[in-house]
């Protein structure tokens, strides 16, 4: 029962006066991100902690940006032990995570003149979840040359060459992926996983006896073409974990094994916000991971194994849980006086006249200030300037924080779905998409093509392009039909964002859509 921007100054409010851990959890990925947006710039001390709501998603295409986080902020936690706030969603908070030595194990410092024997340090690489290349391109690989070791860690925004005078580490430089020019010669480096897929030697000795056990009963329950089919999934993902592969879907293997939370990590207090629609998230995630795993043993590429996440009832005994609710109480109501400001809808002056409050600090930018000041004879308030280090303003009984926000109409070019399918690219081919593909519908924009559906409909079989929008809602266009979606291209660097199903478009062609598709 919190305003977003409330929720944040109250917790930076507490972090301040008591420094204490605490873990926060959001119900989805999009209030967890919100949430971090408004309280970062307060505190230097925040670590953000997010997964995709969906374990379909994470297996198909898992948000490179999402693992960055995840991955730096497990890190931040194993090598340094001080207070700080980490905000996570549902998925995230209860996702199951490897042990944490082992985690740590794949930590690890370099600095120039330290003696390591090349082949110990691509042992180290490899082990903690960085693939081989001829020369670095991306994230989470390394390449060799010579006496040369190129590293693209996630915790760099450039790849990193390390060279070696025999056994001593003579350099350590960051250079342009593009041009090979150094950009910055450094002393140190601090090299941390590539992954959360992380299993020690006796557990993926253990869970290759148990799969392969599971393995040879489901056998038996399918015809020869489909055991076979089976069988080489299940094969080729046990010699991927054998090889420290970093494969999204080789998580759904820690249902095999002990496994870590986020707990096991960090010590602190654990805030549900709130309580109902963490429980509500759980329940969903909980379902469709279950479909997901479901559809794949169908399909036979995985074996009928469904726990894919922490007990929350049991997390709760392994630390301090404190609980929002979704609504205020009516017999014991606790309330901050703090209030949101609505956003800028007309002229910087009409806003500035509309501000009832007494005394009003402005967190704007230099420019905006002078515009202000142009118009103080008209205020009848006083003011002064702080620093935009608020991500939004907001109001209690003594005083206003206003930003930019709140002062000026900032106008939001949005593309329309016509627009996008039409400079999107012509499909000659279903062929021509790979799982993971964004693509464009006329009618409902961007999703993300996950693969081929095969659904039963009035008696006869028939194929479908499944697509998955914003909040896991999927579409099935049917194949004969695959000239209704275009491939999606963008701007070389920029991120694409899933169009919603559930907006004002979407509604107004339901009705028309549902008698195209299931």
């Keep these: 029962n919190l305003f977003d921007m409330e929720e944040a100054l109250l917790l930076a409010s507490a972090f301040l006066k008591d420094k204490q851990t605490r873990i926060i959890v959001k119900k989805n990925r999009y209030h967890a991100q919100q949430l971090y947006q408004r309280l970062a710039p307060l505190l230097e001390d925040v670590l953000l902690l997010v997964m995709e709501d969906s374990l379909r998603v994470q297996a198909i295409a898992a948000s490179p940006e999402d693992k960055e986080d995840m991955l730096s902020s497990l890190y931040a936690c194993v090598s340094e032990d001080k207070p700080r706030i980490i905000i996570c969603n549902t998925a995230a908070f209860v996702r199951y995570l490897p042990d944490i030595q082992r985690f740590k194990e794949g930590c690890f410092s370099l600095s120039v003149n330290q003696e390591i024997d090349m082949d110990q340090l691509l042992e180290k690489l490899h082990r903690s979840g960085y693939g081989h290349l001829q020369y670095v391109q991306r994230p989470c690989t390394y390449a060799k040359r010579g006496g040369i070791i190129d590293i693209f860690s996630l915790s760099y925004p450039h790849p990193i060459r390390i060279e070696f005078f025999d056994t001593i580490i003579e350099s350590i430089r960051t250079f342009d992926v593009q041009t090979q020019r150094t950009l910055q010669h450094i002393d140190h480096v601090d090299i941390a996983p590539a992954t959360d897929i992380l299993f020690t030697d006796e557990q993926l000795s253990s869970i290759s006896q148990q799969v392969l056990e599971r393995l040879e009963k489901e056998k038996k329950k399918c015809r020869e073409e489909e055991a076979e089919r089976l069988q080489d999934h299940i094969e080729a993902d046990l010699q991927a974990l054998e090889s420290y592969d970093i494969q999204p879907h080789l998580y759904w293997y820690y249902a095999y094994t002990t496994t870590n939370s986020i707990l096991d990590y960090v010590k602190g207090q654990v805030i549900l916000s709130s309580e109902e629609e963490i429980q509500r998230a759980k329940k969903e995630i909980t379902e469709e991971s279950i479909t997901f795993i479901q ?92 620093e935009p280090d608020f991500y ?127």
Excluded: C
Aim: no cysteine; charged share 25%; aromatic share 12%.
């Design 295 to 386: 559809d794949m043993v169908t399909d036979h590429q995985a074996l009928p194994k469904y726990t894919m996440y922490h007990d929350l009832d049991q997390m709760k005994k392994k630390a301090s849980f404190q609980t929002f609710h979704e609504f205020l109480s009516f017999d014991h109501p606790i309330t901050s006086n703090i209030f949101p400001l609505e956003r800028a809808t007309s002229s910087l002056f009409e806003q500035l006249q509309a501000i009832d409050a007494q005394k009003v600090y402005f967190a704007v930018s230099e420019e905006v200030q002078n515009k202000i000041q142009i118009l103080e004879d008209q205020l009848d308030f006083q003011y002064s300037f702080i």
């Design 392 to 518: 939004e303003g907001f109001q209690t009984q003594s005083f206003a924080v206003v930003t930019e926000k709140e002062l000026l109409v900032k106008s939001e070019v949005r593309a329309r779905y016509k627009t996008t399918f039409q400079q999107a690219q012509v499909l000659e081919s279903v062929l021509e998409l790979e799982k993971g593909d964004y693509v464009v519908h006329e009618e409902n924009g961007i999703g993300q093509y996950v693969g081929i559906d095969t659904r039963e409909n009035n008696g006869q079989i028939q194929d479908y392009l499944l697509i998955l929008y914003a909040g896991n809602a999927q579409l099935r266009v049917p194949l004969s039909q695959f000239q209704l979606v275009r491939k999606y291209s963008s701007k070389e660097g920029a991120s694409v964002r899933l169009s919603s199903m559930d907006g004002k478009a979407w509604k107004k062609t339901k009705e028309k859509v549902n008698q195209l598709y299931i």
